[in-house]
């Protein structure tokens, strides 16, 4: 039987992958290939999946909390630059601005990525 706590928590861990993945992608300078709103999704659903890995004792478990915590961290700042160059500087999206938030959501991209590796190695030692 399926355990629908454990889908849950595969699902906000892809997601956050998927929504991270979906900013990033793009022209790294390009501020047209990258959207805010898609950027505060990925953070949003960073959070949850970080909340909801709180629960977990196992070793794997601190390593996917780590993991999450990371990518939380680099995406809260990549919110912070764009908000102080758009809202603070007034300098607006330049190609260097919009590299280093599409370069900090990378980072985080990759530290979800190091979260679905996780869960999948998990996964498959369960089932033996």
């Known amino acids: 039987m399926m355990n629908l ?6 699902f906000f861990i892809l997601l956050a992958l998927t929504l991270n993945f979906g900013f990033f992608y793009g022209e790294i300078d390009n501020p047209q290939h990258h959207d805010v ?25 601190a390593v996917l909390l780590a993991s999450s915590l990371v990518a939380d961290l680099q995406l ?4 912070i630059v764009w908000a102080v160059a758009v809202h603070v500087l007034e300098v607006g999206l330049t190609p260097a601005v919009m590299a280093s938030i599409v370069s900090l959501s ?4 990759l530290a979800n990525l190091v979260s679905a590796v996780l869960l999948t190695v998990e996964t498959i030692t369960l089932q033996r």
């Open 5 to 10: 706590e454990k889908v849950v928590f595969g």
């Open 106 to 109: 990378g980072g985080a991209l």
């Open 76 to 79: 809260i700042v990549a919110a």
């Open 37 to 61: 709103y898609e950027l505060f999704a990925a953070l949003v659903v960073s959070l949850i999946a970080t909340v909801l890995k709180f629960g977990e004792r196992t070793q794997i478990g």
